[in-house]
Structures are given as C-alpha cells and as structure tokens.
C-alpha cells in the first residue's frame, strides 16, 4: 500500500477546515445579512435593544431607488438624530459569471423629525444620482438603524 504524503494530509484537513468554517459562518450570520434574493426590499435592526425599541415597517422601493417606509417607537423615550443606514444591494442575474461593475450603492440619512414615544414616523429617501437601469440584475433595498438619541424624561413631582 503506498504511503501518503504529509503535504496530502495537510492539504486535505485545511480544505475540511475551511469547509467546516463556511458552514458555521453561513448558520451563524445574524437575521437580515444577506439579501432574500426576492427584490423585495427588507427593514432590519443592528442589535437587540434597538430591536426593541425601532422596528422599520412598510418598506417600499420604487424603480429608480426611491424609497419610503415607517419608523415605530416601541419605547417610552423620545428618540432624535435617527441615522439610518441605506443599502442597495446588486443581485446579478448570473451569479456565476457576475460582471465587473456592481452598481452596488450604500447611504447614511439622517431624519430631520424626532420619533415619538410609541409613537410612528414616515420616511423617505432618494438617492443621488438615481440608481442605473440595468438588464443584467437588480436592486435589493435594505435600510438599518445606525444611530439615534434616546431622550428621557423625568417627571419632577410638584411642578
């Protein structure tokens, strides 16, 4: 029986590894970190608290990347300086022979209006210049919350 190099072995384990890697990179990846696939746009949140307290509704993605959706305030705090994070994502028709330009966009906006306290505000963004019209793919629209000021209030008793 002819005996097998340690550079086989080593090449095989490394390729299992890697292997294995990928699967628990594409099982761990958080909710909403690759697009659907489906065109349809998606609101999705950075972490837990924020989670909780700011859900994006009603996400809609006109032709030319104009988009408009709903913000609610699940919390009891007035929140300002909303930052939210606009992605344009590329979904080539052909995965596997992609092109060598990806229209591929990203914009932070920042709302001019403060959310109430469980309370709802509209919104709406248009990117400049509007997003190409092109054949051989199309957009997949994501908006995040990137930032925003949480103010409390406190009830002074006899005031």
């Avoid at 509704?57 to 705090?77: C, E, I, Q």
């Amino acid at each position: 029986m002819a005996r097998r190099s340690n550079s086989w072995r080593h090449n095989r384990c490394a390729g299992l590894l890697g292997l294995l890697a990928g699967a628990v990179l594409a099982t761990a990846a958080p909710a909403g970190a690759h697009p659907d696939h489906s065109g349809a746009p998606r609101g999705t949140l950075s972490d837990s608290g924020t989670r909780r307290s700011v859900e994006v509704k009603n996400l809609r993605f006109a032709p030319g990347g104009s988009l408009d959706g709903t913000l609610v305030n699940r919390s009891g705090d007035v929140l300002r300086q909303i930052r939210l994070l606009i992605r344009y994502d590329w979904i080539w028709d052909n995965e596997r022979n992609p092109g060598d330009n990806s229209p591929a966009r990203s914009f932070y906006h920042t709302l001019p209006s403060e959310l109430p306290a469980l309370g709802t505000l509209g919104f709406s963004f248009t990117p400049s210049p509007p997003l190409p019209v092109r054949s051989d793919g199309k957009f997949v629209a994501s908006v995040e919350i990137a930032r925003f000021t949480q103010v409390k209030y406190r009830v002074v008793p006899g005031k």
